[in-house]
């Protein structure tokens, strides 16, 4: 058997120089692919994240809206735009205490509209006909909508486009109630038309 010369392992070895070299350069080319398509999904789930951040912040705001007209409604009897019924919500987040940016929720309710008031069983007892120590009202079951609309704002000019908005309407009903007359005159009026559901 006759072994190769050295000059023949040499011209072999010298043939394979550098290739080790490119073997590294296209293992750091994957993996640097790998990286920044991995930057890339983590930047896109954070502005998905933060987006619906930014919608779960106008649905409370907004719902914050209907519960304020709600309670103007119960302890006031009364179905017109309550005072203040435009309000903001400064940001509370940590990032807007760093910056002077201004954001805020801005939060816009509606009247109280009453839709109808259909038979009311608790209202017999209550009314004029029913006996003599309530005979100074009649009562009946009144259903009401009303809405809320919060939409999210940076800085302090009011002509600022919205960064979103989200709109939250609500059904409810009082019985026994009272008729409103100033109730009655919102219905199919500019006020009426501002509720949206």
């Given at each position: 058997?006759?072994?190769?010369?050295?000059?023949?392992?040499?011209?072999?070895?010298?043939?394979?120089?550098?290739?080790?070299?490119?073997?590294?350069?296209?293992?750091?080319?994957?993996?640097?692919?790998?990286?920044?398509?991995?930057?890339?999904?983590?930047?896109?789930?954070?502005?998905?994240?933060?987006?619906?951040?930014?919608?779960?912040?106008?649905?409370?705001?907004a719902d914050s809206?209907?519960?304020?007209?709600?309670?103007s409604a119960f302890?006031?009897?009364?179905?017109?735009?309550?005072?203040?019924?435009?309000?903001?919500?400064?940001?509370?987040?940590?990032?807007?205490?760093?910056?002077?940016?201004?954001?805020?929720?801005?939060?816009?309710?509606?009247?109280?509209?009453?839709?109808?008031?259909?038979?009311?069983?608790?209202?017999?007892?209550?009314?004029?006909?029913?006996?003599?120590?309530?005979?100074?009202?009649?009562?009946?079951?009144?259903?009401?909508?009303?809405?809320?609309?919060?939409?999210?704002?940076?800085?302090?000019?009011?002509?600022?486009?919205?960064?979103?908005?989200?709109?939250?309407?609500?059904?409810?009903?009082?019985?026994?109630?009272?008729?409103?007359?100033?109730?009655?005159?919102?219905?199919?009026?500019?006020?009426?038309?501002?509720?949206?559901?």
């Amino acid at each position: 058997m006759r072994q190769p010369s050295s000059s023949t392992v040499l011209h072999a070895r010298s043939s394979e120089s550098g290739s080790a070299y490119i073997i590294a350069l296209l293992a750091l080319v994957v993996l640097s692919i790998l990286g920044l398509g991995l930057a890339l999904i983590t930047q896109t789930e954070m502005q998905v994240g933060a987006g619906e951040m930014t919608y779960q912040r106008l649905l409370y705001s907004a719902d914050s809206g209907t519960a304020r007209g709600l309670a103007s409604a119960f302890t006031h009897y009364d179905c017109s735009p309550i005072d203040g019924a435009d309000y903001q919500i400064p940001d509370q987040d940590l990032t807007a205490l760093m910056t002077t940016s201004g954001l805020r929720q801005e939060v816009s309710v509606t009247a109280s509209i009453m839709l109808l008031n259909p038979p009311c069983p608790l209202c017999s007892v209550n009314n004029a006909a029913g006996g003599g120590e309530a005979g100074k009202q009649d009562y009946y079951e009144i259903h009401h909508v009303l809405s809320a609309e919060a939409e999210r704002r940076k800085g302090t000019d009011p002509a600022t486009p919205a960064l979103g908005s989200r709109t939250v309407g609500t059904f409810y009903s009082l019985q026994p109630w009272p008729i409103n007359p100033d109730c009655q005159r919102l219905v199919g009026t500019e006020e009426a038309a501002k509720v949206k559901l």
